[in-house]
């Protein structure tokens, strides 16, 4: 293979441990993987993709909940937001944005051959601007964007959420830089482990970090 499917500076879990996983998890769709491969191809900072062990964990939390609605917030190359499609309810709709608009094309051809452009309501410009646009209730919002608006998503997006419903936030670990000494974080880092306290702290959620290679917050709102 001519590219790396592993996110190596991200993984916590011992290689081994990590190759038995997959080895025994659903494979990707061969639509997945060939967005995979052309990521990794054609598109900067193809880490970011959330690649096929955090992308069957976010198909199966999807399959388990079956949201009418999801917010997806950092679309990136579509990777993360196809496996979350796979369990919406039939009448359901995802809604993705990003404000990297060269990266449109691409996205929108992945949709189609996933077979879900129709499900997806894909938007492009600054999340900040465009969340208080959208007129729906989510069962899952997933927080993969800029690290430093994290909390800012979190408070837009907070009575979107149906009751019940999951606010997921990707790579609370930061390569594990959050647990640096708070005087020496840097601008990201402090964001993210602010986050996390936030969340811990709000009695208006429960919530578990999974740490599922990067580290996913997960807050359900009691
Ligand atoms: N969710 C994807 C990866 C997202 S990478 C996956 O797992 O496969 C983060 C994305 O956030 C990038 O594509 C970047 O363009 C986008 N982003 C950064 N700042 C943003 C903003 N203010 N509004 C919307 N998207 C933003
Ligand atoms: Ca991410």
Redesign the pocket.
Known sequence: MYFSAKNTDMDFLNPQIEEYALAHSQDESEILKELNRE?YAKVM?PR????HL??RV?SMLSKMIRPKNIL??????????I?LAEGLADDGKLYT????EE?EKMVRSYFAKAGIDKKVDYRI??????IPSINAMFDIV?I???KE?YSNYYDLVFDKVNKGGFIIA?NVLWSGKVLDNESKMDVDTKAIYNYSKKINTDKRVENLLLPVRDGLMIARKL
């Open positions: 990521t900072m970011m993709l959330s690649g955090q992308g976010l997806e917030i950092g679309t990136y190359t579509g990777y993360s937001g496996c944005i990003d404000i990297n990266l410009g600054n999340a900040m601007q465009l997933f993969d964007a800029d608006n990707d």
